[in-house]
């Protein structure tokens, strides 16, 4: 299988340390550098059911935790009796019994106050999803294109967003922001069934692939068969969606167009008005022919480069040649402090210190670049709940932002007490970069 024109000569033998060697060894990694008979891989199904690919995926599995599916086994009750149910599992692949569990459907809240349907599969079903993933994995890399970041070995959103800011600094400050809508929820399972025959000629593996995608979802009483789409939570889904991407992003190569993609989220990165309107209707244009519509209300162009117009990407806000926090990743902070920060907790100052000293190291790590005065509110909010909870403990009602609650408990108060303030590590940071 040969690579995309834009990674031509790269060798995944030297980049790739994430493959599982047990599986992909130096005969196979030296094929899918030079490339197989006919561009597509046989005989994969085998390499699926094998014991060391199993026992790999459920350690991920295991690492990664998460809940119980519709049969209600947890991790825990499955680590009791490890060797027999991979053993079982192991068979039942071999003879070709196996077949995936329904779907446990659930809902988690969104920041809009909207909700997100997400499916959990049993413990089992993505114990073999993560060994399939292990064996197709390297396959698909080999020929995504380098400007898809999302859930990709060695990628990262802090890369997508260097990108992007590389991308601005050289003249691409008019931008098609654009935004998919329902996106896990339409992808064609036609079109996404083509994607991987085009690489895969395993006839059992893509069988199982196939079931994974009509998987049964259950919630509560109600149980039904998706027509389309792959469920968030699933452990192929990520790399599902990507392959299904995969061809816009070829596409936008092709045209010459800069687009950054971090999953179903991307931009792209124009010198004008003229090209960013002439992308975003190859953009509309292909989604067309895949069954996918753009959100009209979250869709636009707009120059960076003036007030009020920026874009907004993986968390931050890009404005006027800064970035900044976006307003919901700033409300979904301000949540999680006030949850930590509520006057009725018993714990001691020590202990809530140490809660949020956690969370905003976390947050302060993948925010660092926003403007510094995005921290000092941020500073300001935290001693103002903290405060609260003191006046709270002292019998004395109130918010915490009176001149005496600053007097009694200064700034100082807090630093001596080891709060993380997010001024002074953005300082840190600043004076280490010159």
């Known amino acids: 299988m040969s690579a995309s024109p834009a990674k031509q000569g790269s060798s995944i033998q030297s980049e790739a340390t994430w493959i599982d060697r047990s599986v992909w060894n130096d005969r196979l990694l030296a094929a899918l550098d030079n490339g197989v008979k006919g561009t597509k891989w046989y005989s994969l199904m085998d390499k699926v059911w094998r014991r060391q690919t199993l026992e790999n995926g459920w350690q991920d599995l295991r690492r990664n935790r998460?809940?119980?599916?519709?049969?209600?086994?947890?991790?825990?009750?499955?680590?009791?009796?490890?060797?027999?149910?991979?053993?079982?599992?192991?068979?039942?692949?071999?003879?070709?019994?196996?077949?995936?569990?329904?779907?446990?459907?659930?809902?988690?809240?969104?920041?809009?106050?909207?909700?997100?349907?997400?499916?959990?599969?049993?413990?089992?079903?993505?114990?073999?999803?993560?060994a399939i993933k292990r064996v197709i994995e390297p396959i698909f890399e080999k020929v995504f294109e380098p400007t898809s970041y999302g859930f990709r070995p060695n990628r990262s959103c802090k890369d997508a967003l260097r990108e992007v800011d590389q991308l601005l600094k050289q003249g691409n400050s008019t931008v098609v922001d654009a935004d998919i809508e329902d996106f896990f929820g339409s992808i064609s399972h036609e079109r996404m069934m083509e994607k991987r025959e085009d690489h895969i000629s395993d006839g059992k593996l893509l069988k199982l692939l196939e079931m994974y995608l009509k998987q049964e979802a259950i919630d509560g009483l109600s149980k039904w068969t998706p027509l389309c789409g792959t469920p968030q939570g699933a452990v192929i889904s990520p790399l599902l969606a990507n392959l299904s991407l995969h061809e816009l992003d070829v596409k936008m190569r092709e045209?010459?167009?800069?687009?950054?993609?971090?999953?179903?989220?991307?931009?792209?990165?124009?010198?004008?008005?003229?090209?960013?309107?002439?992308?975003?209707?190859?953009?509309?244009?292909?989604?067309s022919e895949h069954g996918l519509r753009l959100q009209a209300e979250k869709t636009r162009i707009s120059d960076s480069r003036q007030k009020g117009q920026g874009f907004e990407f993986l968390g931050y806000r890009f404005e006027a040649g800064r970035r900044w926090v976006r307003?919901?990743?700033?409300?979904?902070?301000?949540?999680?402090?006030?949850?930590?920060?509520?006057?009725?907790?018993?714990?001691?100052?020590?202990?809530?210190?140490?809660?949020?000293?956690?969370?905003?190291?976390?947050?302060?790590?993948?925010?660092?670049?926003?403007?510094?005065?995005?921290?000092?509110?941020?500073?300001?909010?935290?001693?103002?709940?903290?405060?609260?909870?003191?006046?709270?403990?002292?019998?004395?009602?109130?918010?915490?932002?009176?001149?005496?609650?600053?007097?009694?408990?200064?700034?100082?108060?807090?630093?001596?007490?080891?709060?993380?303030?997010?001024?002074?590590?953005?300082?840190?940071?600043?004076?280490?970069?010159?």
């Open 255 to 287: 045209g010459g167009y800069r687009m950054v993609r971090y999953a179903d989220d991307f931009v792209v990165m124009c010198r004008s008005e003229a090209e960013a309107k002439q992308a975003l209707e190859e953009v509309r244009s292909w989604m």
């Open 66 to 130: 998460g809940g119980a599916g519709v049969d209600g086994q947890s991790i825990e009750r499955f680590a009791a009796k490890e060797e027999q149910y991979l053993q079982e599992l192991e068979a039942s692949l071999r003879s070709g019994a196996y077949r995936p569990a329904p779907v446990k459907r659930v809902e988690i809240p969104k920041g809009n106050g909207k909700k997100r349907p997400l499916g959990i599969p049993t413990v089992k079903d993505r114990i073999v999803q993560s």
């Open 327 to 434: 307003k919901k990743s700033m409300q979904a902070l301000k949540a999680k402090i006030r949850s930590k920060t509520r006057r009725s907790r018993g714990a001691s100052m020590s202990e809530i210190t140490g809660e949020l000293n956690l969370m905003l190291r976390g947050w302060f790590n993948y925010f660092k670049h926003a403007h510094w005065r995005t921290y000092q509110r941020i500073d300001q909010f935290v001693r103002r709940r903290l405060r609260a909870i003191l006046r709270k403990q002292s019998k004395r009602p109130g918010m915490g932002w009176t001149l005496r609650d600053h007097l009694q408990w200064p700034n100082k108060y807090f630093a001596e007490a080891g709060l993380f303030t997010m001024h002074e590590a953005w300082q840190t940071a600043s004076q280490s970069r010159c």
